[in-house]
């Protein structure tokens, strides 16, 4: 804001300290503006505060923004361009921008009106966050996921970490020109999800697990029945016959809670012809191998790993908590079943994000799981302005692929003699 923020404090203390909260919740928005440009002009005069017009204006839009919206950081959720908001402190806001992270010059009044903030927006959907519950996940109206940490546990004052939800799906197309992907890769994962391929993203924070679930889950058919499975709501599926469900904490007696495995096992009940898990990070890896080994083809999920291989291996782990009566070469062999795909995806660090490789899942030999990268992500030596620029390579094997035999199966041979075809002019 342009304007002094110590005047601004002083007409904004007054003004709240008069208003009646049941009364701004019935007001519309032109009508609060109108009360609040009244009130503004009136200590301005008694007052005889040297304020513009200008000045006055941005006065009422801050306090309109604090009553009905998320206070300062309103102005950045408006902003298209950011995709991520992290505040550590009323003093410290982050923003993330085109992969990369920088501070703004948004600051919070004082620790109350970041606090004040945090509680609105777990009350909003029927949440709440204090002393006893310091620690709370959310979703804005616009699907936007929050985590809130409060103090004692946050010691340097409430955290708010907000990861925007995007209004408009990104597809292939897209990703391509981002450079996230070659024009041959995409056109294997798009095949891979029409073939109902069961496929792992794996990848870290940020990394564009979810934007590649959602790029790929454009292509399963739309007459096909899909039950999502998220801990916040994000996947924005074209088909129609779409199951949303959504996992639920415990609420305040401690009772209530609702788990991605209690989801997965009654997803199961569901009769559904896709199971997507929008992150596995528990024992529901362990009810999700079972649906992709008893029919349930072309399912999805994402998971936290650095590569192909340790995204098995956390696989194993998961499994290993659901049950441990199973030996491990029994969870190895059940994993080598069910899963086809592993893409891994990285945000490098030039910010941009990139699928770093596209590995299938063979089979066994021994005990050990034979893996076989399908394409590759290959880094140039010399970057040109810290920007990270490299190649796909392929290891050219696409016709001993799973993705072969299922082409088949689904009348696709031709799109796939195709994209074979451009992995070789490519090449």
Do not use: W
Not at 42 to 54: H, I, T
Not at 80 to 90: A, L, P, Q, R, V
Not at 120 to 146: F, W
Not at 216 to 227: F, L
């Amino acid at each position: 804001m342009q304007h002094s923020k110590r005047t601004y404090v002083h007409l904004r203390n007054q003004i709240f300290d008069a208003l009646d909260a049941a009364a701004v919740t019935s007001l519309s928005r032109p009508d609060l503006e109108t009360q609040l440009s009244n009130a503004v002009d009136m200590l301005v005069g008694r007052d005889q505060l040297s304020v513009s017009s200008l000045a006055k204006s941005e006065y009422v839009l801050s306090m309109i923004h604090e009553l009905v919206g998320l206070g300062p950081l309103q102005v950045l959720m408006d902003d298209e361009s950011i995709t991520d908001i992290m505040i550590n402190g009323h003093k410290q806001v982050y923003i993330e921008r085109s992969g990369l992270v920088e501070r703004s010059e948004i600051t919070f009044l004082d620790e109350q009106q970041l606090v004040d903030i945090a509680k609105r927006i777990a009350d909003r959907v029927g949440r709440r966050v204090d002393e006893s519950s310091p620690t709370c996940d959310a979703r804005l109206e616009d699907g936007s996921r929050v985590n809130i940490v409060i103090p004692p546990v946050a010691i340097d004052g409430t955290s708010i970490s907000i990861r925007k939800f995007r209004k408009k799906s990104i597809g292939f197309d897209e990703l391509v020109t981002f450079g996230a992907l070659s024009h041959e890769m995409s056109l294997i994962l798009a095949l891979a999800a029409k073939c109902r391929l069961n496929v792992l993203i794996s990848g870290g924070t940020g990394s564009g697990k979810t934007t590649m679930l959602n790029a790929m889950s454009q292509y399963a058919a739309g007459r096909e029945r899909i039950v999502t499975i998220e801990d916040t709501a994000e996947l924005r599926l074209l088909q129609p016959h779409v199951v949303r469900l959504e996992t639920r904490v415990a609420g305040i007696e401690g009772t209530g809670a609702i788990t991605a495995r209690d989801l997965v096992i009654n997803s199961l009940r569901m009769r559904p012809d896709r199971i997507i898990v929008g992150e596995c990070r528990g024992a529901e890896a362990f009810e999700m191998l079972q649906a992709m080994n008893t029919g349930h083809d072309g399912s999805m999920s994402t998971l936290h790993a650095n590569s192909a291989r340790d995204a098995l291996a956390r696989v194993e782990a998961m499994v290993m908590m659901a049950t441990s009566s199973l030996p491990l070469e029994a969870i190895r062999r059940s994993i080598v079943s069910a899963v086809d795909l592993v893409v891994q995806v990285s945000r490098l660090h030039d910010g941009s994000r990139k699928v770093m490789s596209i590995t299938e899942v063979v089979g066994m030999e021994g005990q050990s799981v034979v893996l076989e990268e399908l394409f590759a992500f290959k880094a140039e030596p010399h970057n040109q302005e810290g920007k990270i620029t490299g190649r796909y390579v392929t290891s050219g094997v696409m016709s001993r692929s799973v993705l072969f035999e299922k082409a088949r199966f689904f009348g696709a041979e031709q799109q796939l003699a195709n994209a074979i075809e451009a992995i070789e002019l490519a090449r």
